[in-house]
Structure formats: structure tokens, C-alpha cells
């Protein structure tokens, strides 16, 4: 058994700031203060019973997500110490895929996801995304009110998922329910695990059988040669880390546009375009808050902390876009000066290191493209709620409005004016 430092066990017999709890949700940045209060690495709970480091320094994220030599992101040692029914083993179990590998196996995995994707070309995606958005704004807009959640952005990401991994637009029901209730990581997780799981082995065995010109096939066919399984899982992890954050990225810059007139009025000018609320959301509000999942490959000491192995150390993306005060001090309080650049250094938001977002200029292109189609479409959304009434989803995971009313002057899809 491995001895720790007297005062770094005290670190861990204290009360774990609890991230599953029905306050996180609504107020993060008050448990993210909490976490910091604790130095660069916070203790916490992921589920009751689950603890986890949270990483909510810059400089410490870095170095986790840079150091392989230390930090691995395969979890296997760690599920041998939760129980089988936890509800957060559906995000966080082992999978033959690119994020749960490392060293050569994640060079491979990750080279055919960086191959099948560099086939979509912006055109491509450009095209997809103006379809699907006029398939939606075609079914909202005589109603003159939507909820641009559930009536938008997840089904736009659903339609267009679908459309890039070769399934009908009539599927998006099924890959909305499944991975919902599995990113939630709540009662109902594992049901929806299997649903997802489900939804994906059907995918793979219509593309063995009938190859088409989607990322499947392209990876069933990539020279890398791998089986079947492997295939599944990469197609697990791409259909997941692609749909749920892009659709709470979409929402979540969708609520800052239109709770904010120097965005709206502006949007058709192009005096504030569109990618700088995207970098506001990505500051404040980044859809996978908590999902830089990594393990101490032995006990380490870190930042001043003493690192146990078999325990989750998370690199908290939602933390640490929150700009610091005079002192290099949290400021919770205080938003972002303004930054123009997705690439904008003071956030990590994509990640950083071996594991970094490989999608992320094709999400900035799709969320952009959809919001200014929206709006083009249907130019006068308002918002039925301030900012401040919008409600989150549970889950410590994420960060993903429930709902966020709109209402609009009805329009019809062939009414003059209207794009096509
Ligand atoms: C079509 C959309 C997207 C797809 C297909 C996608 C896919 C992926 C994949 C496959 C990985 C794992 C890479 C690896 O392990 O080597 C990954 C990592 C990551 N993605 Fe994305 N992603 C998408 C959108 C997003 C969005 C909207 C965000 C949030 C702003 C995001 C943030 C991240 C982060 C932070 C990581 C690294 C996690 C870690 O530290 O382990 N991604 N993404």
C-alpha cells in the first residue's frame, strides 16, 4: 500500500465539492470557486462515491494534458474501483477508441478519425448544414414560437450527424435519447448507453453490408485495417463527442446572441459576428465543462498536491475559461474582456496535448453556418426569457441549456424573402 504525506491525506478526507449535485447545474462557477479555493486541484465527486482531482489552473491543465510520461487517459485501473452500476461508467468506461488510448494505439486510432474527417471539405459540410437548417426553420417557422433546443440545435446536429455517417433523417430521434440520457450521467444513464450502443452496432452492420460514401465505410476502409469492433467504437465516440457538445455549443451561443442586442442588431452587418459569441461561450459557458478525463499513472506529486493512481483527474475546461482578477486571482464575477479569436490562448476549451479537439475547425464552420442561416431565415427571434431564467441539464459532464424559447413573425419556407 502506498504512503502519502500526512497533509495530503488530509487534502482528500476533505468534504468533496459535489459536481452531481442539483446546484451545479444552475450556478457552476460558485462550485468552480470552491474548487479553487483548494489551489490548483480541487477534490470532488462526480457521482456519490466517485471522487475525482479537479484540475482548475492553467498552468496544471497544460501540464496534464501535455505530460503522457505521467498522465494516461485509459481507465481501466480506475473501473476496477467503482461499483458496475455507477452512472457515470457510460462516459468514463474503457472503449478501444482514440480517447481512451495511448502512445501508438491513440496514433492510429486518432490518424483514421483525422483522414475520414479531412474528406469534409467546408463546401461539404457548408451544404449539409444550410439543408438541415432549412429542413428545421421549414417545420418552425409558420409557428412564429420554437424552443431552439429541442427544435433546433439538437435536431440540427442530429440531421446532420446522420447525414455525414450515412443513416436517414428519420434515425435522429433515436441518437437524441440515447446519448442524452447517458451525458446526464443520472439514474437513467445506463439505459441510455445501451440505447446509443444499440444505435451504433445497427450503423455498423448496414455498412458492412451496403458501404456508402460516409465515415463509417471511410473507416471500415481506412488502411489501417481496423476490425470491426474498433470501427464501432470509433464510431461510438465520433457520433457522441460530435453531437452533444456541438448542439449545447450551438444553444449556448444561440442564448448569448439573442440576449445580447449588440450581437443581434449587428449579426446581418457583420459588425459582431458570430464566432465572437462563439469565443464568449467558449469562455463561459464550454459545452464539455468537465471532460478532460485523465489518470496518474502512480502516485505523483503535482502542483503541490499529492496524486493517488485509480483516480480521475479532470481537467476542468468550464473553470478555466473564467478570466482571473488583478492578482492572477479568480473573478468569477467578471466576464472575459473582449477576445475576437477562436484560438484566443486564455481558454482551453478544445483541449491541448496528444487528445485535443481533432474536429474543431469543422464545429467552429457548422455552428457558425447554422446560426447565421437561422437568422437569416427567420430575422426576428427574441428571446421569451432573460438569460438569467434559462435552466441547465444536470450532469457534472457538461454544460447544456434544458430549453431556450424563442418567439418570431411566422414565416413560411416559400414566402418571398426567405432563403433558400
Ligand atoms: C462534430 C463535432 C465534434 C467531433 C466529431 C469531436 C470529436 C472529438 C474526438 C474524436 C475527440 C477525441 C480525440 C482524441 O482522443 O484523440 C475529441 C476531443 C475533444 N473535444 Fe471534440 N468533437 C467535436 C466537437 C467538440 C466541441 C463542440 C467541443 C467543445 C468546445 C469539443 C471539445 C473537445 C475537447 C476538450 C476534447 C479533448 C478532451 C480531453 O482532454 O480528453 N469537441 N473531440
Known amino acids: 500500500m502506498t504512503t502519502y504525506p500526512a497533509d495530503q491525506e488530509d487534502f482528500t478526507r476533505s ?3 459535489r459536481l452531481w449535485e442539483d446546484g451545479f447545474a444552475p450556478d457552476p462557477h460558485r462550485y468552480y470557486a470552491a474548487l479553487r479555493a483548494q489551489g490548483p486541484i480541487g477534490w470532488a465527486e462526480l457521482a456519490p462515491g466517485v471522487p475525482a482531482y479537479v484540475v482548475t489552473d492553467r498552468r496544471a491543465a497544460l501540464d496534464v494534458l501535455h505530460d503522457t510520461e ?3 487517459h485509459d481507465p481501466r485501473a480506475w473501473e476496477e474501483t467503482v461499483p458496475a452500476d455507477s452512472p457515470v461508467l457510460g462516459m468514463m468506461r474503457w472503449r478501444p477508441n482514440a480517447l481512451f488510448a495511448d502512445g501508438a494505439a491513440h496514433v492510429r ?3 483514421t478519425l483525422i483522414d475520414v474527417f479531412g474528406l469534409v471539405e467546408p463546401h461539404d459540410l457548408r451544404a449539409r448544414v444550410h439543408r438541415a437548417v432549412r429542413l428545421l426553420a421549414g417545420r418552425i417557422g409558420p409557428r412564429g414560437e420554437a424552443d431552439l433546443v429541442g427544435d433546433f440545435s439538437r435536431p440540427l446536429m442530429a ?6 455517417f450515412g443513416l436517414p433523417d428519420r434515425q435522429g430521434d433515436r441518437l437524441n435519447e440515447g446519448l442524452g440520457k447517458m451525458m446526464e450521467g443520472g439514474v437513467q444513464a445506463a439505459e441510455g ?4 450502443a444499440q444505435y451504433v452496432l445497427e450503423l455498423i452492420a448496414a455498412k458492412v453490408e451496403r458501404p456508402g460514401e460516409d465515415l463509417p465505410s471511410r473507416l471500415l476502409d481506412h488502411p489501417a485495417g481496423l476490425t470491426r469492433e474498433e470501427v464501432t467504437w470509433q464510431v461510438f465516440l465520433t ?5 452533444e457538445p456541438t448542439a449545447n455549443l450551438l444553444s449556448n451561443t444561440l442564448s448569448r446572441v439573442l440576449g445580447n442586442p449588440a450581437y443581434y442588431s449587428t449579426l446581418t452587418s457583420g459588425a459582431r459576428p458570430v464566432m465572437d ?3 464568449e ?6 459545452p464539455l465543462a468537465n471532460y478532460g478525463i485523465y489518470y496518474a499513472r502512480r502516485p505523483v506529486a503535482f502542483h503541490g498536491v499529492w496524486l493517488r493512481d485509480r483516480v480521475p483527474v479532470v481537467v476542468s475546461y468550464g473553470a478555466l475559461g473564467v478570466p482571473r482578477g488583478p492578482h492572477g486571482a479568480p473573478d468569477a464575477g467578471r466576464e472575459a474582456p473582449e477576445v475576437r479569436h477562436p484560438n484566443d490562448a486564455s481558454h482551453v476549451s478544445w483541449g491541448a496535448g496528444p487528445h485535443a479537439c481533432p474536429v474543431k475547425q469543422h464545429t467552429l464552420l457548422l455552428v457558425t453556418e447554422a446560426i447565421e442561416r437561422l437568422t437569416q431565415w427567420l430575422p426576428d427571434l427574441e428571446p421569451v426569457l432573460p438569460r438569467e431564467r434559462l435552466t441547465w441539464r444536470p450532469g457534472p459532464f457538461h454544460r447544456s441549456l434544458t430549453a431556450l424559447p424563442v418567439r418570431f413573425s411566422p414565416r413560411s419556407p416559400d414566402q418571398p424573402g426567405v432563403k433558400s
Open 239 to 243: 457520433l457522441g463527442a460530435g453531437y
Open 277 to 279: 459569441a462563439v469565443v
Open 159 to 164: 440531421l446532420v450527424l446522420n447525414d455525414l
Open 281 to 286: 461561450v467558449l469562455h463561459h459557458e464550454t
Open 193 to 196: 448507453e445501451a440505447q446509443y
Open 109 to 111: 486510432y486518432r490518424a
Open 70 to 72: 505521467t498522465f494516461s
Open 15 to 17: 468534504a468533496p465539492v
